[in-house]
T-cell receptor, first 115, second 115 residues
Framework: AQSVTQLGSHVSVSEGALVLLRCNYSSSVPPYLFWYVQYPNQGLQLLLKYTSAATLVKGINGFEAEFKKSETSFHLTKPSAHMSDAAEYFCAVSKSGGSNYKLTFGKGTLLTVNP | DAGVTQSPTHLIKTRGQQVTLRCSPKSGHDTVSWYQQALGQGPQFIFQYYEEEERQRGNFPDRFSGHQFPNYSSELNVNALLLGDSALYLC??????????????FGPGTRLTVT
């Protein structure tokens, strides 16, 4: 079985500050890991994905995440927050091997960016 | 290139009724997955369709059923609606296991309210 734990249901940062959203996973097989963003009243948009290549993954909008097997973590970071980053962020895990495997999501972290 | 589309956008039903939600996958995709996102929660996997068959199923009762058509579009049916079925229902499309893209593309969702 696979699971995801997102530490902190709500993170608040100032514009221009570092964004750090935490994700820890549990998986009995090598995982694929994903970060999705959800803006109000919209579906999910993929930010980045880890699929067993480079452990440091760069995504859209300046976000990146590092896969740390020893820590079973896949934290999302952005050096400088922008007002437009305010949204809900979801970490997800699937079995490796293809896009046909179901995604298991965390409960999400709401990011607030203060001016 | 049209992305994943879902209809209707919003729906209000009464307890005990039945509902059908529709999804058209992204062009070129042949696999459709359905997720339920309750308020304040991460999406939960309901089931996945490929080649017009249910390939995987999450922990949802038989009241939840689906169908995939030859053009890869899909329907989600829920019978005997309960208040707890109120949620955002998300459709995601992807390529079959032989595809090289390890991504599921999400639609905007259908907001179902059961009164």
């Amino acid at each position: 079985a696979q699971s995801v734990t997102q530490l902190g249901s709500h993170v608040s940062v100032s514009e221009g500050a570092l964004v750090l959203l935490r994700c820890n996973y549990s998986s009995s097989v090598p995982p694929y890991l994903f970060w999705y963003v959800q803006y109000p009243n919209q579906g999910l948009q993929l930010l980045l994905k880890y699929t067993s290549a480079a452990t440091l993954v760069k995504g859209i909008n300046g976000f990146e995440a590092e896969f740390k097997k020893s820590e079973t973590s896949f934290h999302l970071t952005k050096p400088s927050a922008h007002m437009s980053d305010a949204a809900e962020y979801f970490c997800a895990v699937s079995k490796s091997g293809g896009s046909n495997y179901k995604l298991t999501f965390g409960k999400g972290t709401l990011l607030t960016v203060n001016p | 290139d049209a992305g994943v589309t879902q209809s209707p956008t919003h729906l209000i039903k009464t307890r005990g009724q039945q509902v059908t939600l529709r999804c058209s996958p992204k062009s070129g995709h042949d696999t459709v997955s359905w997720y339920q996102q309750a308020l304040g929660q991460g999406p939960q996997f309901i089931f996945q369709y490929y080649e017009e068959e249910e390939r995987q199923r999450g922990n949802f009762p038989d009241r939840f059923s689906g169908h995939q058509f030859p053009n890869y579009s899909s329907e989600l049916n829920v019978n005997a609606l309960l208040l707890g079925d109120s949620a955002l229902y998300l459709c995601a499309s992807s390529l079959a296991p032989t595809g090289s893209s390890y991504e599921q593309y999400f639609g905007p969702g259908t907001r179902l309210t059961v009164t």
